[in-house]
Structure formats: structure tokens, C-alpha cells
């Protein structure tokens, strides 16, 4: 239903646009106004000062998200049209990234470049390359496991949270060598925090993160520098938590 809105409206603002007859700047311009309050709310005033990815958690329907990146597009054609070859630019590139974030992971935001993709099929690729044993990837499997538990956390047990907490704070606060503290973890299972001298499970953040770093942000594991983006990964998804919901 939203989208099918827009695209009238787009038709109507190319017509005042492009003819048949005179050009109409204001009355294009309204229409593209008055369409964005209805879509945004009040958000209105909000979404435009925002970066994308937190921007489109905010809307967080996905056909909103299209919507939006639909209106993005006449804006940047009404730039055009006015001259502002500078505004054009940044409403046509705001609107590919509102494009993508729609297809974002609902639950961590990640984005990849084919929106067919999804975190649990990457997640299997990754484990693939873990159960090898082949390194970097082996000796990392407990921490990307950690990681992608936290940031992906609907459905999970509170168990299953509570050791990748335990393990992540050991690791990027504390500096624990992840081999040591993976030991420790498959010792005695299952574990309080505060037996590892961790606080105790915060609050889940809202799904949809967004996480500074994500799996998407893994790219293909390419091993010369597979360790530095999982350590990048780590510290993202603690940060995240901390920050709570």
C-alpha cells in the first residue's frame, strides 16, 4: 500500500516535472513535502539528521524504508530541476542507502550487497571454514560463535547468552587469550558471570542494532586479515550490549 502511494505521487511530480505543459517547481516540491510528513509522522523532522542505519531502525518497516528511499529519488529529481546539482547528489546517495538498509538483518542490521543474502547463511560459511581447522579460522570459531550469538539473540537461551557474554568481556575488556578462556568455558559448563568475575548479562539492545561492525563486515574471511576484523567484530557487539536497548 505504501509504495504503491509513492509511486502515484511520484508520477504526478515528473508530470509537474517533465510535461505535458509548464514546469511546476513549488507545487512538485509540496507535493514531495506533504507525501513525506504522511510517511514520516514524527519522525519528520527527526530522519533527515540521522545516519542511515539508525534513520531506517527508527522506521523499521521495510516498506517504509522503500517508501522513503522512493521519496529520496524525487527529491534528488526536484534538485535537479532547481539547479542543485550538490543536493541532487546527497539525496540520490542518502536514497541507495535507505535502499539496502531495507533488506538489513532485522536483528543486527547488517547489510550485504546482494539482499538475498541473509546472516545465517554467511554464519554457515564462516562455520565451515571454522570446523577446518584451518587458521586464522579455527582458533577464532569461539569468539565469532560468541558474536554472532549476542548480536543475533532472539531465540536464543539465556545460557547460551550468558557464555558469549562471559567470554566476550573476558576477551575485550579484560585481554584474556580466547583459547584459555574457551577452555575454561568448555570445563564447566554451565557457568554464572560472576564466577568469571564478569557483570552480570545486560539487557538485550533493540533489534536491529546497529552495530558498528557486523558479520556482513567479515566480507569473504580473507585470512591475512581475518583476525583484526573478528577482534573489530568482538568489541562492536560488547560495546553494543553495554550500551543496553
Known sequence: M?????EQIARVVRRMLLGPGPQDLAAARAQVEDATAQLLGPLTLLIPRLDVPSAARLLHDPE???GFALLLDLEAQLADAEGNGAAASHARGRATAFRSAAHACPQCAAI???PTITCQERFQALLALDH??????GSLHGVVFSCFTLQHPEGQERQALERAWIALYRIVVKGDEPARV???LRKAAPQEPAEWQVPALPEAPAPGGPYAVTLADLGDFPADSHAVRVAAWARATYGRWVEGA
Do not use: Q
Open 2 to 6: 505504501v509504495l504503491r502511494w509513492i
Open 182 to 184: 574457551f577452555e575454561g
Open 64 to 66: 517504509r524504508i522503500l
Open 112 to 114: 550485504y550487497p546482494d
Open 132 to 137: 577446518s581447522r584451518a587458521e586464522p579460522w
